[in-house]
């Protein structure tokens, strides 16, 4: 898998378990869900992913996005 793919997953992983703890534990779990939108939308404009940083430094193999 990819560093670009693996962005993605951790990511749309991350909406998705905060959007169900929004529902089954607090509302305030919305907030980290506006971070991870707001994060993947930065990073389509600047390149900028802290993510892909760490992926990098543990040997994922790079993809088209974060070379």
Same mark, same amino acid.
């Given at each position: 898998?990819?560093?670009?793919?693996?962005? +993605?997953?951790?990511?749309?992983?991350? =909406?998705? =378990?905060? %959007? %169900?703890?929004?529902?089954?534990?607090?509302?305030?779990? +919305?907030?980290?869900? !506006?971070?991870?939108?707001?994060? +993947? +939308?930065?990073?389509?404009?600047?390149?900028?992913?802290?993510?892909?940083? =760490? %992926?990098?430094?543990?040997?994922?193999?790079?993809?088209? !996005?974060?070379?």
């Amino acid at each position: 898998m990819t560093l670009d793919r693996m962005v +993605l997953a951790f990511a749309g992983s991350f =909406i998705l =378990i905060s %959007l %169900l703890l929004s529902l089954l534990h607090s509302h305030y779990w +919305l907030w980290f869900t !506006a971070f991870v939108g707001a994060n +993947l +939308l930065q990073s389509s404009f600047t390149g900028f992913c802290p993510l892909a940083i =760490i %992926l990098k430094f543990f040997g994922v193999k790079e993809g088209a !996005a974060f070379k």
